[in-house]
């Protein structure tokens, strides 16, 4: 598995993240496998939020770790704050935050998150509110590295006036078929596509500047919750260019998919999600591949995109 340096933050973390939101569902034996499986292709980054199974995802994970074998120190564990479902509403003020830390922490049966991330926009956030909830986690040791997840550059500079961390991670949408972050790019200027319509501020580039890295999440799903593009119907020509490459390089086709998001120059890491143990080794191998400058663009365009 290919590790990077997360920059200001965590170093040798994996590029591909497990990400523990379908937890609940396992037993903890179960979750203890998928944990540990993960852990020997290579992964080291486990992901978790509070809206997950209400808590249970955490509560699952700190259950079945001490199944694994592993130490606190052998992973870096993330989670994130902000979506309360109970409620119906995003919450960033301070006393959320830092309640939502202490739940979390009493969940996972850890003294400290490697970092945490504010999750969606609380459009009615104070910023110097959150900047002192940073600073009273900082200081306790609870929480190591901060980021966002889901924020346009507007957003997070207004954060960024008032917070005395670096924030490290951007945790957003990217997908070959959910691939707005790229998009209006190529399409710019050009009004006879929506694909030049510019959805999220010039997010990608902001945070390379910005010294911010992307954690991209659902990078095998159709919009939000329409399932996975890998052997659908509705994506032949996607699965053909997959699968073409994935038997050249002897790796699964959702591989491929993975490896594509991997390859863009902003290193960025992806966001697994299964409870399988054979999909998890199987999406793994991504890490081993190395697409071209040429076999990139051929999948961008076998997703149904073209360059103007």
Not at 87 to 106: A, G, H, P, Q, Y
Not at 152 to 175: A, C, F, Y
Request: charged share 25%.
């Amino acid at each position: 598995m290919k590790k990077i340096n997360i920059l200001n933050g965590p170093e040798n973390v994996s590029t591909i993240i497990q990400g523990c939101m379908r937890m609940p569902a396992l037993t903890k034996e179960d979750a203890a496998e998928v944990i540990r499986t993960s852990y020997d292709c290579g992964i080291n980054f486990f992901d978790h939020a509070t809206c997950y199974g209400a808590g249970e995802a955490e509560v699952r994970f700190s259950e079945a770790f001490p199944l694994t074998g592993l130490k606190r120190e052998d992973i870096y564990i993330q989670s994130k704050c902000g979506i309360c479902p109970e409620r119906n509403e995003f919450d960033w003020t301070k006393e959320n935050i830092l309640t939502s830390v202490d739940e979390i922490l009493r969940r996972l049966k850890t003294d400290y998150l490697d970092t945490l991330l504010l999750h969606r926009p609380d459009v009615l956030f104070e910023p110097e509110e959150v900047a002192e909830a940073f600073d009273e986690l900082e200081k306790a040791g609870k929480v190591r590295w901060f980021g966002i997840s889901n924020l346009v550059p507007m957003q997070i500079e207004l954060l960024k006036k008032h917070v005395n961390q670096k924030l490290v991670i951007n945790q957003v949408q990217l997908s070959l078929e959910q691939s707005q972050l790229i998009d209006q790019a190529l399409y710019m200027n050009n009004k006879t596509t929506d694909y030049s319509i510019n959805r999220d501020g010039n997010c990608l580039d902001y945070c390379r500047l910005n010294d911010i890295t992307i954690q991209a999440w659902s990078p095998l799903q159709i919009g939000m919750f329409g399932g996975t593009f890998i052997d659908n119907p509705d994506f032949p020509e996607l699965n053909n260019k997959l699968g073409e490459l994935g038997d050249r390089e002897g790796v699964s086709k959702a591989a491929i998919a993975i490896a594509w998001i991997l390859r863009h120059p902003a290193k960025m890491q992806a966001i697994i999600g299964s409870m399988n143990p054979d999909h998890i080794r199987d999406i793994c191998e991504a890490s081993k591949v190395e697409l071209s400058h040429h076999d990139w663009y051929e999948l961008y365009l076998a997703a149904g995109k073209f360059l103007p």
